[in-house]
Structure formats: C-alpha cells, structure tokens
C-alpha cells in the first residue's frame, strides 16, 4: 500500500460542468502522475508533477489542467466536461531512491453524460 | 517519444498451462515494470526489472535492455491470473513512464 487516495471513485456528470478529481498521498513522494484508461488504449499519461508547483504535460492533456500547492495533494481538473473525457482515472506516485516504482490509486470511474 | 509493445494482445488459456508474454520498446530506458490489472481494475505491482531476471512465486521477468524487450513468465496459470498486464517504462533521462496497450489474459478451470 502506497499510502494513495482518490476522490472522488465516481462520479456522474453532465456535459459542460467543471470536475476535479483528487490525489491524496501521505508518504512525501516527489513525483505524481495522472493517466486514463479506456478500452484499446491502455494507460495514457495526461499530466505529472515533478514537486509542488512543478507540473508538465503527458500524451493527452488537452482539456484538462492539474495543480500542486501541496506536496500530498495532486487535482486533475477538466474545466468543461465532454463524453470524450468517459474514462477511468488513475492517478500514480513514483518511489525516489534506487528503484523509482510505480504506484498506482484505486481509480476513479468518471461518466460525462 | 518511446513505444511500448506488447505481444500477444489476448491470450486464453486452459488452468495449468504456461505462457510468455513479450514487450518491446524502442528506446533505453531507465526502468521497466510489469503490472497485473485485475478483474476488479486494480493495478498489481508484479515486477521492477530494468535488467535481468527475477523470479515470485510462479512468475518471474527477464529484461535483457542491451535487446530492448522483456518477458514475463506465468507457470501452472491459475484462474486468479486472469486480467491484464501490463509493460511500463521510464525513458532515460526522463520523468514519464510509458505503457504498452496491454496483454488480456483468460484462464479457463
């Protein structure tokens, strides 16, 4: 258990409304990551963050902006919600030192209706 | 950017049986991690292997970075291997980890 929280772990919502989605991790690890998972596409990374106020963008980031005021806290925001952003959202920390593992949230199942 | 994959992209098999299952990528790269995405959506942490051989239970990994693939190894497959897994990245130099589009695994009792 690396100490991860999401929040929400779903949610419904219409289109054209504003989301955040949640990162919540208590061990102080530097890196922090958001992906997508839909069916055909594996994990696709959307945004990381490399320290507080440090962010930079992934392979799909159009849509969405993230922050970083907190080193435990790392918020995936999509500022008008579309069907295209249906997805299941994972955010992800990454272990300094020798190993630099991934590791990953329990998800968030986000609906855009 | 680098490129991850994964062969084969589905694979059944009959309890008991063994299976390899491949990823390549086309780059160096600072680290490689398979997971195993359960049924249930949760991501496993099976193995960190950047280079060489590790060996847990009934799996084990081979990376062999010089050739720029790894494998995963499942002996006497059970039932509760079903899912998908996944290759995953980090290319030298920097901070994103890359995934492969997965192998979908189904263990028939």
């Not at chain 1, 596409?41 to 490399?50: D, F, K, M, T």
């Not at chain 2, 060489?52 to 291997?81: C, F, H, M, P, W």
Request: glycine share 10%.
């Amino acid at each position: 258990d690396a100490g991860i929280t999401q929040s929400p772990r779903h949610k419904v919502t219409e289109t054209g409304t504003p989301v955040t989605l949640r990162c919540h991790q208590t061990e102080n690890h530097r890196y922090m990551y958001w992906y997508r998972q839909d069916p055909g596409h594996g994990l696709r990374l959307i945004h990381y963050s490399y320290g507080v106020k440090d962010t930079d963008k992934g392979e799909v980031s159009d849509g969405y902006s993230v922050s970083r005021s907190k080193t435990e806290d790392f918020l995936l925001t999509l500022e008008s919600a579309t069907s295209s952003q249906t997805s299941v959202y994972f955010c992800a920390i990454r272990t300094e030192g020798g190993t630099g593992e991934l590791f990953f949230g329990e998800g968030s199942r986000l609906t855009v209706l | 950017g680098i490129q991850v994959e994964q062969s084969p992209p589905d694979l059944i098999l009959q309890e008991g049986a063994n299976s390899t299952l491949r990823c390549n990528f086309s780059d160096s790269v600072n680290n490689l991690q398979w997971f195993h995405q359960n049924p249930w959506g949760q991501l496993i942490n099976l193995f960190y292997i950047p280079s060489g051989t590790k060996q847990n239970g009934r799996l084990s990994a081979t990376t062999v970075a010089t050739e720029r693939y790894s494998l995963l190894y499942i002996s006497s497959s059970q039932t509760t291997d079903s899912g998908v897994y996944f290759c995953a990245v980090l290319n030298t130099g920097g901070f994103k980890t890359i995934f492969g589009a997965g192998t979908r695994l189904f263990v028939k009792a």
